[in-house]
């Protein structure tokens, strides 16, 4: 079974830091993207943050100059490094990845359970 764990989320108020973790367990033969995507009340789920399998890292505008997402590759643990953040920025944060499991072929697509991110001005 494969899980993906969100920790750091928290209450911070605004121009603040936060840095969120998102490790992933089971028998894992490789992972490609993983990435941020975060969802307020009543809104859809939106992407924030990626980091390719080779390094590349993409970002949402609004975020942009302002998180930065990384990998530890041996950890299986990808970051979201929040700065200066904004009551906007309030939500619940989410890890994805696509990876392929020991024993399958090709990859599949994982979510964790969220970390809410609370921002006060």
């Known amino acids: 079974q494969v899980q993906l764990v969100e920790s750091g989320g928290g209450f911070v108020q605004a121009g603040g830091s936060l840095r969120l973790s998102c490790t992933v367990s089971g028998s894992i033969f490789s992972i490609n993207n993983t990435d941020w995507y975060r969802q307020a009340p009543g809104n859809q789920r939106d992407f924030v943050a990626r980091?390719?399998?080779?390094?590349?890292?993409y970002y949402a505008d609004s975020v942009k100059g302002r998180f930065t997402i990384s990998r530890d590759n041996a950890k299986n643990t990808v970051y979201l490094q929040m700065n200066s953040l904004k009551p906007e920025d309030t939500a619940v944060y989410y890890c994805?990845?696509?990876?392929?499991?020991?024993?399958?072929?090709?990859?599949?697509?994982?979510w964790g359970q969220g970390t809410q991110v609370t921002v006060s001005s």
């Open positions: 994805h990845a696509d990876l392929r499991r020991v024993g399958s072929v090709g990859y599949s697509s994982y």
């Open positions: 980091t390719t399998g080779i390094g590349s890292t």
